[in-house]
Each structure stands twice: as C-alpha cells, then as structure tokens.
C-alpha cells in the first residue's frame, strides 16, 4: 500500500521556469491538500481540495495553481518560478468528514529555484 | 491572523526522562489538535490528535489540551534517542483546514 506518493522528489528550476509537481493517493480518501515547509516556519497551505472536483486556496496560492485530476491524483503547478518558490512542498490527503482525522503525508519534492 | 506558537528548541532531555512540549493557538473556535512527529529529511507523521480538555495518553505519549488557557502539549515519558525530531503542533480552524505551528526540535541525549 502506497499511500501518498509524490514526484519529483528533488527539482532545480531557473526562475521564470515552469513545472508541475505529481501527487496520487491510493487510501480513496476525499481531501487532498498542498503544503509548503520553509526553515524556522510551519508547514503552510498553498491549496486544497476538499473533494473531487473543488479546489480552494488556502494560506498562501499566489504563484501556484492546482488541479484535482480525479479522486486520486492533485497537482500542483508553478507557471513561472521565483527564488521566493525555494521550499519543500509536501502533498497529503485525508478524509476530513470529522475534524479529528489524520492527515497522511508523501515524502516530499525539495525544489530549489536559482 | 491564527496562529500556532511553539518553542522552536531545541528541546534537550536526558534518556529516560519526560520531554513536554507546549503549543498555544489563538483561535477560540478551534476544535481539533494534533501532534505529529517529524524526522529530518521526512515527511512528518501523526502522533495524537485530541478534541476534549483534560489528558489523553497513547503509550508513552500523553497529549494534554487546555482550551481555556489556549494550549495544548505532549508530554513523552522515557524518553528514547530514536525521540529526537521535530514535534509539530496542528491546529484545525475550520472544516479542512490545519494551522500548524513551526515545530520544536526536541534532542534525546544517551
């Protein structure tokens, strides 16, 4: 059982570059989420989407936009990368029917925009 | 703005001793709290989550949750070196949505 999976799992991009991060979970859960991880900061919502075909924004969307594919796959996609971008994103999914459920967590993409 | 404050550490405790790490939250309405436990280099995993004042104990891990003082904690019992990372705290605002705080670095020390 997989779980989250998310690729890539590191990336350099040169600023003004696009790219789209690949996310897909296998636990049917409704919501998925994208998050962004900088040091010394908690982990930041960047978009979610509470069910298949919703997307909403969440703490910080300016320069990413997402795409909830079908119920299993959440993209996340920068058009044009700027140093700002440098971070560790983390896509996660849950079911979210009550407040109490764990989130679970893929590994991670480190992307560096240089 | 809400917020999840945290002491961002590091937290340094003897092997064998209990580790407590505190978190307050300023959002009143906030109903749900979580603990997860990140390694470095890792994605970070649930630990707790708790939703009614008082204690909550897994294992060695007990999650305590004060809502009028606006904090919650974990207090980690015989602490092991394989306790040493990051503990964030997560906060739900509304239906989907967590605010988490940036984690304190607890260090178990053999």
């Known amino acids: 059982n997989a779980g989250v999976t998310q690729t890539p799992k590191f990336q350099v991009l040169k600023t003004g570059q696009s790219m789209t991060l690949q996310c897909a979970q296998d636990m049917n859960h409704n919501s998925m989420y994208w998050y962004r991880q900088d040091p010394g900061m908690g982990l930041r919502l960047i978009y979610y989407?509470?069910?298949?075909?919703?997307?909403d924004k969440g703490e910080v969307p300016n320069g990413y936009n997402v795409s909830r594919l079908n119920k299993r796959e959440f993209s996340l996609r920068l058009e044009s990368a700027a140093p700002s971008q440098t971070s560790v994103y983390f896509c996660?999914?849950?079911?979210?029917?009550?407040?109490?459920?764990?989130?679970?967590f893929g590994q991670g993409t480190r992307l560096t925009v240089v | 703005q809400k917020e999840v404050e945290q002491n961002s550490g590091p937290l340094s405790v003897p092997e064998g001793a209990i580790a407590s790490l505190n978190c307050t939250y300023s959002?009143?309405?906030?109903?749900?709290f979580f603990w997860y436990r990140q390694y470095s280099g890792k994605s970070p995993e649930l630990i707790m989550f708790i939703y009614s004042n008082g204690d909550k104990e897994d294992g060695r891990f007990t999650a305590q949750l004060n809502k009028a003082s606006q904090y919650v904690s974990l207090l980690i019992r015989d602490s092991q070196p394989s306790d040493s990372a990051t503990y964030l705290c997560a906060v739900n605002i509304a239906n989907y949505q967590l605010i988490w705080g940036a984690g304190t670095k607890l260090i178990i020390k053999p």
């Open positions: 996660a999914s849950s079911e979210f029917r009550t407040a109490n459920t764990e989130a679970f």
């Open positions: 989407s509470a069910s298949e075909g919703t997307t």
């Open positions: 959002d009143r309405g906030s109903q749900s």
